[in-house]
């Protein structure tokens, strides 16, 4: 078998910037979850591990055939009642005989193109899961593990020059340190101006209005002075940029925060 010698493209580049961002953040190859990537991929945990490690790794292991890619789903894919599928499933939604079915997963029968797009539909998977190259799919697949580790980096101080926070941030990719998730849920704690009114319990009774009182001059504060401390102004930057997303992209990231805040 014989290695494959890596070309310098996408790939290799952000091999290269992952395994620079690990070692500022005392993290390793073993905290990321490569086990989502193969997942999304259809590339075994193992031999992400060892590209990442710079390791040679044969051909076939980086690019698996159609068959081995379609029995990898069969095999991780779950219907929608948990069950797995079954190829009376594939054969029913996509308009095809059994015995095609069972012929792709043999490999006796190739998949047209239509075929092909129907079954990473069927799967949901990214197009192209059942046939691009396994550098490519793995390129695609590594950008939001960048781009998690470029925010973890910047939210903890790092001389980091791009910032990464942006909606497409996949926090299952990664095993964020608990410093992100305080820094993210400052930024998202509503200050008191933008906090609503005080739920009341309906059984209690209404305090009594009483007229507003004039403050005196020596009570009035003046306005509270600008952060002057780097990442408090880093952290109101991103609090603006999340506030000026579009509303789709805003309640998409607010959604992934919310449940990364709910991690251990």
């Known amino acids: 078998m014989n290695a494959v010698e890596p070309p310098p493209d996408?790939?290799?580049?952000?091999?290269?910037?992952?395994n620079d961002l690990l070692p500022s953040m005392a993290?390793?190859?073993?905290?990321?979850?490569?086990?989502?990537?193969?997942?999304?991929?259809?590339?075994?945990?193992?031999?992400?591990?060892?590209?990442?490690?710079?390791?040679?790794?044969?051909?076939?292991a980086l690019n698996p055939g159609f068959t081995d890619r379609l029995a990898?789903?069969?095999?991780?894919?779950?219907?929608?009642?948990?069950?797995?599928y079954k190829q009376i499933h594939i054969a029913d939604a996509l308009g095809l005989s059994r015995g095609m079915v069972s012929a792709l997963l043999s490999g006796s029968r190739e998949a047209g193109r239509a075929v092909t797009a129907s079954l990473e539909?069927?799967?949901?998977?990214?197009?192209?899961?059942?046939?691009?190259?396994?550098?490519?799919?793995?390129?695609?697949a590594l950008r939001p593990v960048c781009a998690s580790l470029l925010t973890l980096s910047t939210l903890r101080g790092e001389r980091v020059s791009?910032?990464?926070?942006?909606?497409?941030?996949?926090?299952a990719d990664i095993r964020l340190a608990g410093r992100l998730?305080?820094?993210l849920a400052a930024v998202l704690t509503p200050s008191p101006s933008e906090q609503g009114p005080p739920v009341r319990d309906p059984s209690e009774r209404a305090p009594q209005e009483q007229p507003p009182r004039e403050q005196p001059l020596w009570e009035r504060s003046s306005p509270p002075e600008p952060a002057t401390d780097p990442?408090?102004?880093?952290?109101?930057?991103?609090?603006?940029?999340?506030?000026?997303l579009a509303p789709p992209s805003r309640t998409r990231l607010m959604g992934k925060i919310r449940g990364l805040l709910r991690q251990p």
């Open 10 to 18: 996408g790939l290799a580049a952000l091999i290269t910037a992952i």
């Open 72 to 84: 990898f789903l069969l095999d991780t894919r779950r219907a929608p009642d948990g069950k797995p």
């Open 121 to 140: 539909e069927f799967f949901d998977v990214d197009p192209g899961f059942l046939s691009t190259n396994g550098r490519r799919a793995l390129a695609r």
């Open 231 to 244: 990442e408090e102004r880093e952290l109101r930057e991103i609090a603006d940029q999340v506030r000026a």
């Open 27 to 60: 993290m390793t190859h073993e905290d990321l979850e490569l086990d989502s990537v193969a997942h999304r991929t259809g590339i075994p945990e193992e031999v992400v591990l060892a590209l990442l490690r710079g390791e040679p790794v044969p051909d076939e």
């Open 162 to 171: 791009h910032l990464a926070m942006r909606s497409g941030i996949d926090v």
């Open 181 to 183: 998730q305080e820094a």
